[in-house]
């Protein structure tokens, strides 16, 4: 069992910064690929980005179209800790975001595995 908690969510200004983290507890967590997820009023929730397991710091990225070049995600296997810097704030980014895991990059938008989530709000 892998439990999840985010922080770092708040209001910003658009073109503005935000960093959230998401700390892991539970099962061995370096072992497990991470990802954010977001989900706006009224709308699914959305893959954002998710970051691979590895043993010898070479861990692969992926993120949607939507936030490539702007958020950067990160791992801390030391911290049991994920990070999702995210820069030049768009209003549409506004969401409630969620941690994830799961054993495999590939299949983490099945994950079983979520965080409670953090709100983001993006103004204008």
């Known amino acids: 069992q892998v439990q999840l908690a985010e922080s770092g969510g708040g209001l910003v200004q658009a073109g503005g910064s935000l960093r959230l983290s998401c700390t892991a507890s539970g099962r061995t967590f370096s072992s497990y690929a991470m990802g954010w997820f977001r989900q706006a009023p009224g709308k699914e929730r959305e893959f954002v980005a998710a970051i691979s397991w590895s043993s010898w710091g070479d861990s692969s990225t992926r993120y949607a179209d939507s936030v490539k070049g702007r958020f950067t995600i990160s791992r801390d296997n030391a911290k049991n800790a994920v990070h999702l810097q995210m820069n030049s704030l768009k209003p549409e980014d506004t969401a409630v975001y969620y941690c994830?895991?799961?054993?495999?990059?590939?299949?983490?938008?099945?994950?079983?595995?979520w965080g409670l989530g953090t709100q983001v709000t993006v103004s204008s």
């Open positions: 994830a895991a799961n054993p495999l990059l590939a299949t983490i938008t099945r994950t079983q595995y």
